[in-house]
């Protein structure tokens, strides 16, 4: 506060002096109370010195832009100075609690990613082998294994004995595991 009373005494005493310029109060401001706002908020903020600085840095420009609304005459304007930064601080924890946790990308990169080209690879080729059968399995095979239907109901559908819908897996199976294994696919 001595640099700001002796800023006001100036403006005092010298009427033709010009008015202490923006950059004289903020450097008053900085040297005489920097380091002790720096220690006070530290302890507020458990440490964390990188958060402290910059609580420390808004203080500072808070009190600058109310430099014209302080009391030069005042013992002290480190009371002033460390209700504004523990406001600064209770508002950002504030804030921070009403947000989600972030969370970076760290623990996400060691995480095994599902690898969905082999999945997508091995659909297509499933399909093709579904096109190569004649029409009859693929009919039965849809309304078997697509439709979950049992083979008596997928008699029903295709208009076809329940023997001959039987008969008919059995063999679309046997034919649909030879052209997956040529194609690579271990059923």
Do not use: C
């Amino acid at each position: 506060m001595a640099a700001l009373r002796g800023l006001a005494a100036r403006r005092r005493h010298s009427s033709d002096a010009p008015p202490p310029g923006d950059e004289e109060i903020v450097a008053a401001l900085y040297r005489e109370y920097h380091r002790p706002l720096l220690a006070f908020v530290l302890r507020l903020t458990g440490g964390d010195r990188g958060w402290a600085e910059d609580v420390a840095q808004e203080t500072m420009v808070r009190a600058w832009r109310s430099a014209r609304t302080l009391d030069p005459d005042a013992g002290s304007l480190m009371p002033w100075l460390a209700t504004v930064a523990r406001r600064i601080v209770i508002d950002h924890r504030r804030s921070r609690d009403v947000r989600p946790p972030e969370v970076g990308d760290g623990p996400l990169e060691n995480l095994p990613a599902a690898d969905e080209v082999d999945g997508l690879l091995r659909k297509v080729m499933v399909a093709e082998a579904l096109n190569s059968l004649s029409a009859a399995h693929r009919q039965i095979l849809t309304e078997t294994v697509l439709r979950d239907r049992t083979v008596n109901q997928a008699a029903d559908a295709l208009g076809i004995p329940v023997g001959t819908a039987k008969s008919r897996v059995y063999y679309a199976l046997r034919a649909l595991r030879v052209a997956l294994e040529e194609r690579g696919v271990t059923p």
